[in-house]
């Protein structure tokens, strides 16, 4: 069965400092990797995704993330915090052929943001 | 704009009473999730649906109930048998079932008094 590891709970970033949120997953065939972000008490937004092709992938916000098959991650990335990147993020996976089986989300990683 | 309306946002129950959270997409959207989230918890499913009256259970699915009569509606009812059932409540959508981009809903939060 797939799984995905997110193995920071919180982590807490000074403002202008870069950023790396880690994400390993577990699954056997190709993988379809997400990462999204929640604001307090809200649904969550799509940063970005990763299909096929090139592993390293943008989003919006100044976020990107690359797919390293080998180390079975996809770890999140952005030069410059911004206080409002405060929030949760969630790395999830699914697969290219998985049928109808939804995607498989991580716990989470709660990100402090410091003046 | 295209999107996902879940109501009501905040909800207050007494203990023993069913309770129906809203969910609307007009996204044209084929599949529809239902999640649950608890601090530290993630994001946990409930039940999802492929198509018109079609669904299936997630990994939490008891205590819980959903119907699927319209493509654009995919209510929750929380039973009187769920036994911890205050929590934040995720509604999603996706074009199809599988490995797609899910849209969420703004979400509702049950609260058993």
């Known amino acids: 069965a797939q799984s995905v590891t997110q193995p920071d709970i919180h982590i807490t970033v000074s403002e202008g400092a870069s950023l790396e949120l880690r994400c390993n997953y577990s699954y056997g065939a190709t993988p379809y990797l997400f990462w999204y972000v929640q604001s307090p008490g809200q649904g969550l937004q799509l940063l970005l995704k990763y299909f096929s092709g090139d592993t390293l992938v943008q989003g919006i916000k100044g976020f990107e993330a690359e797919f390293k098959r080998s180390q079975s991650s996809f770890n999140l990335r952005k030069p410059s915090v911004h206080w409002s990147d405060a929030a949760e993020y969630f790395c999830?996976?699914?697969?290219?052929?998985?049928?109808?089986?939804?995607?498989?989300f991580g716990k989470g990683t709660r990100l402090s943001v410091i003046a | 704009d295209g999107g996902i309306t879940q109501s009501p946002k905040y909800l207050f129950r007494k203990e023993g009473q069913n309770v129906t959270l809203s969910c609307e997409q007009n996204l044209n959207h084929d599949a529809m999730y239902w999640y649950r989230q608890d601090p530290g918890q993630g994001l946990r499913l409930i039940y999802y649906s492929q198509i018109v009256n079609d669904f299936q259970k997630g990994d939490i699915a008891e205590g819980y109930s959903v119907s699927r009569e319209k493509k654009e509606s995919f209510p929750l009812t929380v039973t009187s048998a769920q036994k911890n059932p205050t929590a934040f409540y995720l509604c999603a959508s996706s074009i199809s079932a599988g490995a797609n981009v899910l849209t969420f809903g703004a979400g509702s939060r049950l609260t058993v008094l």
């Open positions: 999830a996976v699914g697969a290219e052929n998985s049928g109808n089986t939804p995607l498989v």
